[in-house]
């Protein structure tokens, strides 16, 4: 029989986890984020593979996502413990709401996790899916070049953020059972498409009016200016767009006619980023940031409404 102070105990380390789950990595708009990324992955892997749609495969694939994105929050907490100290004091490592041990804890706990769910889908899923943690281990030790790669806030940026295509290869693999080897050229470039729309998030979110500025915290903004900060987020909506323009061309699932929601969908983050050049007000700059990551979701969503229209992947689970 377990005494209450083990019982409060357990009761309280779950509710600091909830605390943390809460200010750090708010579960409504990541579960929809990520479900958005998983759904529009799987649809056009199933598309091009001319596979069926698995439900089953596709929740373990959710689930897989949820937990790898939930762990990268936690190195990112580790990594930025220091810098929290000094500039943000309230986070819940730099209050001591829980420690780093704890967090580290947690997160071999959720790379044990993972390995296991991929696992029950097969030989290529767990090797597509070992690429991308290991990719985001060598982020957490900042590719062991960490000095040389923090002044420069768009490489860093860069070599962070291309995990999001290996998320991508991995769901491309839980979904289809094809192993990386064997990956169609339109598969490969699609997975790119990842990494320009979380660049554009990454970009967007970095990017403040002049009053938001803080001392010791480094800004798109800072570094290249207001326009080009913009011009740089742009700059990633246009790639993503250009990459189903090139599926269109090599006859897979997308129908060149439908651009045109993708461009509408541009058209927001397009006319906020020249609303915030005009007036650079902390409300239009925060108007900036969350359309940009609407466009993650609406991109994401385009995507596999159109790959569900265009091919009857779903015609068995």
Not at 37 to 44: G, K
Not at 139 to 156: A, D, N, R
Not at 246 to 260: A, K, P, V
Request: glycine share 4%; proline share 3%; aromatic share 16%.
């Amino acid at each position: 029989m377990h005494s209450p102070t083990i019982a409060f105990d357990k009761t309280k380390t779950l509710n600091r986890w909830w605390t943390f789950i809460r200010e750090r990595f708010p579960l409504v708009e990541h579960a929809v984020s990520i479900f958005c990324l998983t759904l529009a992955n799987s649809v056009v892997a199933c598309a091009i593979t001319a596979r069926d749609f698995n439900s089953y495969n596709f929740c373990i694939a959710y689930t897989v996502c949820l937990l790898f994105f939930f762990r990268l929050r936690c190195f990112d907490e580790i990594k930025d413990y220091a810098t929290d100290k000094l500039v943000n004091p309230a986070r819940p490592l730099a209050r001591g709401l829980i420690s780093q041990g704890d967090v580290k804890r947690m997160f071999v706990l959720l790379t044990l996790a993972e390995m296991v769910l991929v696992s029950l889908l097969g030989a290529s899923a767990l090797l597509a899916h070992s690429i991308a943690v290991v990719y985001s281990y060598l982020m957490y030790k900042e590719f062991f070049i960490g000095k040389y790669l923090s002044p420069h806030l768009t490489t860093y940026a860069l070599t962070h953020t291309f995990v999001s295509v290996l998320v991508a290869y991995s769901i491309f693999s839980q979904l289809t059972g094809t192993g990386v080897d064997r990956f169609t050229v339109e598969l490969v470039v699609f997975g790119l498409a990842s990494w320009a729309i979380f660049n554009l998030f990454e970009f967007a979110r970095k990017t403040y009016a002049p009053l938001e500025e803080r001392n010791n915290v480094a800004t798109y903004t800072t570094t290249f200016g207001s326009v080009g900060a913009v011009v740089l987020s742009l700059s990633q909506i246009a790639a993503s767009i250009l990459v189903i323009v090139y599926l269109y061309r090599h006859n897979t699932i997308f129908d060149l006619t439908n651009i045109y929601y993708y461009l509408v969908a541009a058209s927001v983050p397009v006319l906020s980023g020249i609303l915030f050049l005009i007036r650079e007000t902390p409300g239009s700059a925060r108007l900036f940031r969350a359309t940009c990551a609407v466009y993650l979701i609406a991109y994401y969503g385009l995507v596999a409404y159109q790959g569900f229209t265009s091919h009857n992947v779903f015609h068995s689970a």
